[in-house]
């Protein structure tokens, strides 16, 4: 938890430095504009979509036509909130994340080794397959949201696994070797989730949550960076140990 905490604070320390404000504010923009221009003219094919759809042809057999036609007016505008931000995450991912990354590595982690590969279809990939893999998810549970509580945690925990899938490989994608990349991922595998929860959790702020994808891009810079830095610390220190003598060692 005090890693998590560590990131977010660097994170708000980073944004007093005016250039990363441009970075910050670019994909919440063109996504909002997009989807926003989208929804005007498909919305309401969409939510005449829904209702002709399990479950909520269910609720309408049942008599509850009002209530149908209520999810599927959620459930339109949720789909359409839900594409700005995956819109808004793969422009963070592909565009703002490497000029992130750059910046704040030489400020911040400038002693810091780049020991992993700059491939940008590697990351390309692993940012369109996270969202396929989110998109699929996202519709198969669906359903789910009719269990009371489930609409408000099956988003949180969605989202929180796209950031965490998206931003915590491409953070060290330049830094870390392969091997370096499984033991942190293994190491650090629930502060990850945490930090992408909590990250999930700004998304419903109105107008700060389509910033979500260019904050998320930073914390994970901050947090993966800085849990590099001190495994290979810990590596260096291991490897520099000398045996013990029979004496010490009893």
Same mark, same amino acid.
């Given at each position: 938890?005090?890693?998590?905490?560590?990131?977010?604070?660097?994170?708000?320390?980073?944004?007093?430095?005016?250039?990363?404000?441009?970075?910050?504010?670019?994909?919440?923009?063109? &996504?909002?504009?997009?989807?926003?221009?989208?929804?005007?003219?498909?919305?309401?094919?969409?939510?005449?979509?829904?209702?002709?759809?399990?479950?909520? =042809?269910?609720? &309408?057999? *049942?008599?509850?036509?009002?209530?149908?036609?209520?999810?599927?007016?959620?459930?339109?505008?949720?789909?359409?909130?839900?594409?700005?931000?995956?819109?808004?995450?793969?422009?963070?991912? !592909?565009?703002?994340?490497?000029? /992130?990354?750059?910046?704040?590595? &030489?400020?911040?982690?400038?002693?810091?080794?780049?020991?992993?590969?700059?491939?940008?279809?590697?990351? &390309?990939?692993?940012?369109?397959?996270?969202?396929?893999?989110?998109?699929?998810? *996202? !519709? /198969? =549970?669906?359903?789910? *949201?009719?269990?009371?509580?489930?609409?408000?945690?099956?988003?949180?925990?969605?989202?929180? *696994?796209?950031?965490?899938?998206?931003?915590?490989?491409?953070?060290? =994608?330049?830094?870390?070797?392969?091997?370096?990349?499984?033991?942190?991922?293994?190491?650090?595998?629930?502060?990850?989730? !945490?930090?992408?929860?909590?990250?999930? !959790?700004?998304?419903?702020?109105?107008?700060?949550?389509?910033?979500?994808?260019?904050?998320?891009?930073?914390?994970?810079?901050?947090?993966?960076?800085?849990? /590099?830095?001190?495994?290979?610390?810990?590596?260096?220190?291991?490897?520099?140990?000398?045996?013990?003598?029979?004496?010490?060692?009893?």
């Amino acid at each position: 938890m005090h890693e998590v905490m560590l990131a977010l604070l660097r994170s708000v320390k980073t944004l007093g430095r005016g250039r990363v404000w441009l970075l910050l504010l670019g994909p919440a923009a063109v &996504a909002l504009v997009v989807w926003i221009g989208l929804a005007l003219f498909f919305l309401e094919t969409l939510i005449g979509s829904l209702i002709e759809q399990p479950p909520l =042809t269910w609720l &309408a057999g *049942w008599g509850a036509l009002w209530l149908a036609k209520f999810a599927a007016v959620l459930g339109g505008w949720l789909l359409v909130l839900a594409a700005a931000f995956v819109t808004a995450m793969l422009l963070a991912a !592909l565009f703002v994340m490497p000029l /992130l990354l750059e910046h704040v590595a &030489a400020a911040d982690y400038p002693e810091l080794a780049r020991l992993g590969k700059d491939s940008l279809a590697a990351a &390309a990939w692993n940012s369109i397959s996270a969202v396929l893999l989110f998109i699929v998810g *996202w !519709l /198969l =549970t669906l359903p789910l *949201w009719l269990i009371p509580g489930f609409a408000l945690l099956l988003p949180i925990l969605w989202m929180a *696994w796209l950031t965490r899938r998206t931003f915590a490989y491409d953070a060290l =994608t330049l830094h870390a070797t392969d091997e370096e990349w499984r033991a942190l991922r293994r190491q650090n595998g629930f502060p990850l989730l !945490l930090l992408g929860v909590i990250l999930a !959790l700004l998304t419903h702020i109105p107008v700060v949550g389509l910033l979500t994808p260019t904050l998320a891009a930073l914390a994970y810079t901050h947090y993966c960076l800085e849990a /590099l830095r001190r495994w290979r610390q810990g590596a260096v220190v291991t490897a520099g140990r000398q045996p013990l003598t029979e004496k010490e060692a009893t």
